[in-house]
C-alpha cells in the first residue's frame, strides 16, 4: 500500500474545496485557482450588473402582470369596479399604492435572492426562462384561485354579501390592496421556489 505525501493531499483539498480568494497559501506554496473554482469567472462589477438587470428586468414583468391581473380581476368580478372606484377616495388611493409599494417590495426581493446559474449564459443570467414560466403559472394561479375562492366563500357565506365591495370605494381599494399582497406572496414564491 503505498503511502501519499500529506501536502500533496492538503493540496487536493484546497483544490476542491470552494476557495474565496484567488489565491492560497499551503507551506509557502502558492496554489492557483483556476478550473476549479465553483462560481462565476465573470469580474464581479459583471455580475453586480447581471443582478441589478435580472430584478429590474422581473420587477417589471411582474408589474406588467400585476396591472393585467387587476384587469382581468375587473372582468371576473363583474358586479366590482376595482379600476373606476379607487379613484374616487383618496384613502382606496393611498392602499392601491401602498399594496403596489408591498407587491414591489416582494418582487424585486424575490428576484435579488434568486440563485446565478453557475456556468449559464448571461442571457439565460438575466432573463430565467424557468423563473418566467413559474411567474406565467403563479399569474394564472392567483387568478384562478382568487376568482373561485373569492366566490365559494361568497357561496358559503350567505349573509355577508361581498357585492357591496362596490358600494364604497374604501371597500374596493381593500380589495385591491388583498389582491396585490396574494399576488406578490405567489410572485415572491414563484421567484425564490428552489428549482
Known amino acids: 500500500m503505498e503511502l501519499k505525501d500529506p501536502r500533496a493531499c492538503a493540496l487536493t483539498a484546497v483544490r476542491s474545496a470552494v476557495i474565496i480568494e484567488p489565491k492560497s497559501r499551503i507551506d509557502s506554496k502558492e496554489v492557483s485557482v483556476g478550473a476549479d473554482q465553483i462560481g462565476s469567472s465573470d469580474p464581479y462589477y459583471v455580475t453586480v450588473l447581471l443582478w441589478l438587470a435580472r430584478t429590474a428586468f422581473f420587477t417589471f414583468v411582474s408589474a406588467f402582470l400585476l396591472w393585467l391581473g387587476i384587469g382581468v380581476l375587473d372582468v371576473l368580478t363583474p ?16 392602499l392601491f399604492a401602498g399594496g403596489f409599494l408591498i407587491f414591489v417590495g416582494l418582487v424585486i426581493h424575490g428576484a435579488a435572492t434568486l440563485p446565478f446559474l453557475v456556468g449559464g449564459s448571461h442571457l439565460d443570467t438575466v432573463f430565467a426562462p424557468t423563473r418566467l414560466s413559474l411567474l406565467a403559472a403563479g399569474f394564472f394561479l392567483s387568478l384562478v384561485v382568487g376568482v373561485v375562492l373569492f366566490r365559494i366563500f361568497d357561496w358559503l357565506t350567505p349573509k355577508i354579501s361581498f357585492h357591496v365591495i ?30
Open 166 to 195: 362596490n358600494k364604497e370605494p374604501l371597500g374596493v381599494g381593500l380589495y385591491v390592496f388583498g389582491y396585490m399582497l396574494f399576488f406578490g406572496l405567489i410572485t415572491h414564491a414563484a421567484l425564490t421556489t428552489p428549482l
Open 79 to 94: 358586479r366590482i369596479h376595482e379600476r373606476r372606484m379607487i379613484g374616487q377616495s383618496p384613502a382606496a388611493t393611498g
